[in-house]
């Protein structure tokens, strides 16, 4: 390869490894046949981590801002090569496998992931929990939901071509950043390279706060996809109070010998108003999204657009608050007919109430979508 390669290592106090690793790092290069650097990300390292990083061969750059993100970040701005791998300052990951993600570059693919589960994993590198709990559960998750087809989602060495990161669109300044880079390269459609690469007993203490940072990986994964946060949970719910709130709305229903009554369709009004609001919240939140240009149009938003006019959304909700209105109407009309006497009817009362608040979030978030739409987008 006649490209330079720009190695980044952040590195928080990591006094014990730091030194190897830069040196492990650049005999890799030398091996490989390619020119390139050894940056060292410092923000805050106490033990002098920096300055035996420096003596070792590499060029160190300090960023003000905390986390792991952060220090990625200043060391791609700063990188000079055209092919970024990085990896950790501890000392567990094998550089043999450098000519391997160097490989796969030339070979075209534009993110090449290593995978410590296809290459081998000394036993003790990885704490049991991460291993068999919470790996699986985050890198399922993130798989389900972004379809990445990655295997080791949180492995630290990695490799791109500087020429991607734009369509890496990278933000997330704490370990999360790992979860974001993965997203981000199979939502933006590069090509995505898989690597084996070795994993060994770290030296140091790890700075991962597996509670804390496992979170951030959790809450990262949720908040990128209004469709599965918001969306599929707001129909669901919308759609089992709507369910209940209408079979009951004739009178109470048996079913399997038992008796569904008033208070089951209490429950089915509170389901619609909860699942209309989570809902209203994933439309905004998607539109949001995609007119910021931060998600490409995806099918929700496709059926929202074809569906959805202010227009509509305003005629919607005023037959919906009619409905409610014309009912609650009758109601009092009874009740005067009957020279105001003892007055029962629940049911219907209910129903009106939900129909009427329904019609009234209808009308004011088609407003606030329109506006969304029409404001927040760039003047073309
Ligand atoms: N500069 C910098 N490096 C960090 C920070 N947090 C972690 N690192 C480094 O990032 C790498 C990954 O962190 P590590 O503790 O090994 O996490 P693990 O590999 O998931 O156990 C190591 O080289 C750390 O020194 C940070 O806030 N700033
Ligand atoms: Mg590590």
Known sequence: MNEGVSVILPCLNEIESVAAVVREALHAMEEAGVAGEVIVVDNGSTDGSAEVA??????????RRRGYGAAYMAGFAAAAGDVIVM??????????????????????????????FKGHLEPGAMPWTHRHIGSPILSGLLNLLYHTGVDDAHCGMRAFRRDVLDDLRLRMPGMEFASEMVVNAARSGLRIGEVPVNYRVRGGRS??????????????????????????????LLV???VLLVALLPGPVVVLGRLFDIHVMVLGALLTLIGFQILAIGLYAKTLAVTLRLQPPDRTLGILRRVFSLERGLVAGAVLFMVGFIVDFGIAATWVASGFGPLNEVRPAL?????????????????????????VREPA
């Open 351 to 375: 129903f009106a109430l939900v129909a009427m608040l329904l019609g009234m979030q209808t009308v004011f978030s088609s407003f606030f979508l329109f506006a969304i739409e029409l404001q």
């Open 207 to 236: 700075k991962l706060r597996t509670i804390p940072d496992g979170w951030r990986h959790l809450r990262f994964l949720m908040l990128y996809s209004p469709t599965h946060l918001f969306v599929v949970p707001g129909l669901a």
């Open 87 to 116: 990896a950790d300052a501890d000392g567990s990951y094998d550089f043999a496998a450098l000519p391997a993600f160097l490989d796969r570059i030339r070979d075209g693919d534009q993110f090449v992931m290593g995978s410590r």
């Open 240 to 242: 089992i109070g709507l």
């Open 54 to 63: 420096a003596s070792a061969g590499a060029r160190v750059v300090r960023e």
